[in-house]
């Protein structure tokens, strides 16, 4: 029976392999193992997690560590490397754009291992992005696309892939997304590191937002920090909002001498479903990450994008995201419209569905079984 590697490097990319590990475990035609390629060891990532994901544990854990961005691809070549050459797999599926994505679809190429992208086609058109670099390497080299959005579709057209091979599938974190919006229902609240500031939140009024911020152009900048800081503590005035810290945001902010004020509740880092119990109630979101502007899209949810642009065009075209920009006049405006109730209805785009994982999976086993 064919075998698959399921590669994944960071704890975002386990939320996207997750949907495609409970499809494989429903069907009898095709193996799999689970990579871990150590990209980012988080130390929380441990047997509940995987628990509340539905998925088994890695099957292989390979260190790989922090680095620079060639440190840390070399490290993860030469490990991944040298176990497609002792345990040779049928495929390998990689999700999503981090370096474990580019660095193991170079080595499975190389050994003239078929190379299945999911999330494939997406671009911002920015190269300083790491993302799109990896994104552009990967899809230069895969065999198999499996794609999430329109726009994803005319790119990969563009550039000159097979139209056999690029499959419109749907979203995987989408599929995820809802099946731990499930999930939260029957989960005590009591359990979940967010429950206490969201039941704050809420009673001091009902409304409240949410903040994240990470990317190196929004938060390595001491004027753009201080910039979107501005922006943000104007919003808190009329709504509080909170915000679960990125370390190196923190370390900035501390860095850059950046208050903001007390109507912004600073937090940690939130496990999936914490984080998941605090967002999917929130007014609006303001964020500059990628997956998010898309869970928010998938659950309705008002989301403002902190950046001048996105390889996500669908969430806004169609979903519940604007695309607002750095400016911070922009940026509050956007938010007071939203909190107006005049901001944008959107609604779950074609084939977000919860079912792109089966999809996937039916195409591969067509292919390899």
């Not at 997690?49 to 691809?73: C, K, R, V, Y």
């Not at 943000?232 to 945001?249: D, Y």
């Not at 979101?285 to 949810?301: F, I, R």
């Not at 911070?328 to 084939?351: S, T, W, Y």
Request: hydrophobic share 45%.
């Amino acid at each position: 029976m064919p075998i698959i590697y399921l590669v994944a490097g960071a704890r975002p990319n386990f939320m996207k392999i997750a949907p495609i590990v409970r499809a494989l475990q429903k069907q009898e035609r095709l193996q799999f193992k689970i990579i871990h390629t150590g990209q980012h060891y988080d130390r929380e990532m441990n047997d509940i997690f995987f628990e509340e994901l539905g998925i088994p544990a890695p099957d292989l854990f390979m260190g790989a560590g922090g680095g620079s961005h060639a440190q840390q691809t070399a490290k993860i070549m030469l490990a991944f490397e040298e176990l497609c050459v002792s345990q040779r797999p049928d495929a390998v599926l990689v999700v999503g754009d981090v370096n474990s994505t580019l660095a193991c679809s170079i080595v499975a190429k190389k050994l003239n291992i078929p190379v299945a992208h999911v999330e494939a086609g997406l671009r911002s058109g920015d190269m300083t992005m790491p993302e799109e670099i990896n994104r552009l390497v990967t899809d230069s080299i895969s065999d198999w696309f499996f794609v999430t959005e329109p726009s994803a579709v005319e790119h990969l057209r563009r550039e000159g892939k097979p139209e056999a091979a690029i499959q419109y599938v749907g979203h995987v974190m989408v599929d995820n997304v809802l099946y731990q919006a499930n999930k939260l229902d029957t989960v005590d609240p009591a359990t979940l590191e967010s429950s206490a500031v969201k039941a704050r939140l809420q009673a001091g009024g009902g409304r409240y937002g949410v903040v994240t911020l990470h990317r190196p152009s929004n938060v390595d900048s001491p004027e753009m920090m201080q910039q979107l800081a501005g922006a943000l503590t104007k919003i808190a005035a009329g709504l509080p909002l909170v915000f679960p810290v990125h370390p190196r945001t923190r370390a900035n902010l501390s860095t850059f001498g950046i208050d903001l004020g007390p109507n912004i509740t600073l937090i940690g880092p939130q496990g999936y479903m914490s984080f998941l119990n605090l967002w999917k109630d929130a007014a609006v979101v303001l964020t500059d990450s990628g997956g998010l502007q898309e869970e928010t899209t998938a659950l309705g949810v008002p989301c403002l994008t902190l950046r001048e642009n996105t390889e996500r065009p669908v969430t806004v075209d169609e979903g519940s995201n604007v695309l607002a920009g750095t400016d911070p006049a922009v940026i509050v405006a956007e938010a007071e419209k939203v909190l107006r109730g005049e901001g944008k209805q959107g609604r779950r785009p074609h084939l977000w569905d919860g079912a792109a994982a089966e999809r996937i999976v039916a195409v591969l086993a067509q292919q390899l079984a």
